[in-house]
């Protein structure tokens, strides 16, 4: 989806709103999936508004979501920029300045691959501790690697953990971990040995530091030290859309080891891997892991983190929408504005766009979902209470792509035309849109 052509679509849906009382609107995206991410909807849907509602007391406030899987720190830091660029009711943040720190870290194959966290400095005076923001996908992602190359056996969170100890090292005393979308079942085997945990093999043989331990080495590991602390003095804050336990018919093996590369046959091992590690916590801290909920989530890495260091687990979208202030500003709004790329019943059972959606209903809010493709039916949609614009049934996708420009040169056209006459412009460029033949509903 050209996001150009995005955003001049949301400008039509605007102009209905032109001679309405609404005047504070709440933006907060999902992200569309491999075609905008929740930053950028964020944006031009701002810039769709503002181009179409020229109210002196017109207010908007962006909040890019994410649920700590991709797209986890793209809405961190296109919230903090948002609040530099316009005023806002007082948040947290404001008491931080906010570096994204690139660095080459170790990707999910062992090549080293650019990276990159967020670094929040407390201002002078504040009293505040640094925090950092680190996310899985980014750094030991599964979308890094071809489908043909994905095996769990030989892949690594190794990154991960070289991130989150550079930020620990920094001085960060709150480190959130966002999880989800790894390319690994490995217990974070890897990452933990990179923030410090001791690994060994046969007679008490230690692992290099050099070495990446992968999902395969697991067979070989003998003990690691989980009954040292890592990272003293720092929590680590761990964010995940999803609940499952480490072992059995929906723990991390059965549930994610297919997607990862793992064949059917393969699954019992990865398996047994996860269970080897849970007992070797368990011999050395009296701690049974794998009875903790969400730790069967990215690989296990937060059942490993859970092992050996001070954490905290959360609901991901829950945490995030309380992090950035949600509520508030959706309390204070007229509109909330939301969406993701496929809307459908999986959205309903617990998903970002679903929250936003309770947290409207809650204050009455009006409440306005944009999507890539609409499945639900129209009763359902009916009995939320909310209205659903999607662009597949607005739009050929495969016309807009190849003649994005005149979707762009008629849509510019619907924005700025004056208000008395956009009932007959209307009529006119559908007309055009249709004589193109590029299906268009507005």
Avoid at 23 to 47: E, M, P, R
Avoid at 231 to 254: A, K
Wanted: proline content about 4%; overall charge neutral; some cysteine.
């Amino acid at each position: 989806i050209n996001a150009e052509y995005m955003g001049l679509y949301i400008g039509q849906i605007f102009y209905l709103l032109l001679m309405s009382k609404f005047n504070n609107y709440v933006i907060a995206f999902d992200k569309f999936k491999d075609c905008l991410t929740a930053g950028q909807l964020c944006k031009l849907t701002q810039a769709a508004i503002e181009k179409n509602l020229h109210s002196p007391l017109l207010k908007v406030a962006q909040v890019p979501l994410a649920d700590g899987g991709d797209g986890f720190l793209e809405a961190i830091e296109a919230f903090f920029n948002s609040r530099k660029q316009s005023a806002h009711s007082p948040h947290k943040f404001d008491n931080y300045n906010l570096t994204r720190i690139k660095r080459d870290a170790t990707g999910p194959m062992g090549n080293q691959i650019p990276a990159s966290y967020l670094f929040l400095e407390p201002k002078e005076g504040s009293g505040l501790s640094p925090i950092a923001f680190v996310e899985q996908a980014a750094v030991s992602g599964l979308w890094m690697i071809p489908v043909p190359q994905r095996n769990p056996f030989t892949t690594n969170s190794k990154g991960t953990g070289e991130l989150i100890m550079e930020a620990y090292k920094k001085g960060a005393k709150d480190i959130y971990l966002g999880v989800g979308g790894s390319a690994t079942v490995d217990f974070g085997i890897g990452a933990l040995q990179a923030i410090g945990l001791k690994v060994y093999k046969g007679k008490k043989e230690e692992y290099p530091d050099s070495y990446i331990l992968t999902g395969g080495d697991i067979k070989d590991i003998t003990e690691i030290d989980v009954d040292k602390k890592l990272l003293p003095g720092t929590t680590v804050h761990l964010i995940s859309d999803v609940n499952n336990l480490l072992l059995g018919p929906n723990g991390c093996t059965y549930v994610y080891g297919k997607q990862k590369g793992a064949q059917d046959n393969e699954l019992p091992i990865l398996e047994s891997y996860m269970a080897k590690m849970a007992d070797l916590v368990k011999i050395k801290t009296g701690k049974d892991v794998s009875n903790i909920p969400k730790v069967g989530a990215a690989g296990a890495i937060v059942a490993g983190i859970c092992s050996c260091a001070d954490y905290q687990l959360y609901s991901g979208i829950e945490f995030v929408a309380d992090l950035l202030g949600l509520e508030n500003v959706v309390k204070e709004s007229d509109v909330v504005i939301s969406g993701e790329g496929a809307f459908d019943k999986s959205t309903l059972e617990g998903k970002t766009v679903s929250h936003v959606i309770k947290l409207a209903k809650k204050y009455n809010k009006k409440i306005i979902v944009i999507c890539g493709v609409n499945r639900l039916y129209a009763e359902a949609i009916k009995g939320l209470g909310i209205d659903v614009f999607d662009l597949v049934s607005r739009f050929d996708t495969d016309s807009c792509f190849k003649k994005t420009e005149e979707c762009i040169n008629i849509m510019l056209s619907l924005i700025h035309i004056s208000e008395p006459t956009r009932p007959l412009y209307i009529s006119y460029a559908v007309f055009c849109l249709k004589k193109k033949k590029i299906q268009h509903t507005p």
